[in-house]
């Protein structure tokens, strides 16, 4: 048997920094200690794997990957996500999660407070999503009352401005931009 040093093509790294599509094996469903103590659930990211380019390849990958999500039932899926590495992957499928949720949450404070007619200003924290519970006559009190006044958003709420679920994850979005310092021009300049 001949020993030589080259590393099969299936098993190489890549350590450049170059945009590609990943595949992430996600767990979205709450872990027992995170509902046990009232947490923010989080995703976690399982497996991450670069796709692969053939296209043949990618089915055969896609399918075999998507079939380990299945076997393990419950909240495992199978997600592609554009990123330059095997971590930033893993980030973008977790900002995304997060992301999601916190839109939900605020959206559904929103809800609540439209369903009784309510009218005033609200305070929603830019990370996640939360209110403080309070509605407020005006935007100095909102703003005045929080802990932590620049890691929230303050906007009016009506019956006559109902606020859809993408409304809510564009502007927690921008906000997270605007907070960040990365906004020119309107547009931001990260990813």
Not at 89 to 118: C, K, Q, S, T, Y
């Amino acid at each position: 048997m001949t020993i030589t040093s080259q590393t099969p093509a299936a098993c190489r790294v890549q350590l450049g920094k170059a945009p590609a599509e990943y595949l992430v094996i996600a767990d979205d469903g709450p872990a027992a200690d995170d509902v046990c103590a009232g947490r923010t659930p989080v995703r976690r990211v399982r497996y991450v794997e670069r796709r692969a380019v053939d296209p043949v390849e990618r089915r055969l990958q896609w399918d075999e990957l998507e079939g380990d999500c299945l076997d393990a039932e419950g909240t495992v899926r199978l997600l592609a996500v554009a990123a330059v590495s095997h971590g930033h992957a893993a980030h973008v499928a977790r900002r995304e999660f997060a992301a999601f949720n916190a839109a939900v949450r605020m959206g559904d404070e929103i809800g609540r407070r439209l369903e009784r007619a309510e009218r005033g200003w609200l305070a929603i924290r830019i990370a996640d999503g939360r209110s403080d519970g309070e509605l407020y006559g005006d935007y100095e009190d909102a703003f005045a009352a929080q802990e932590h006044p620049g890691a929230c958003t303050y906007f009016p709420i009506s019956p006559l401005s109902p606020w859809t679920p993408r409304m809510c994850a564009e502007h927690l979005e921008f906000m997270t931009h605007l907070r960040h310092g990365c906004m020119v021009y309107g547009r931001p300049t990260c990813r």
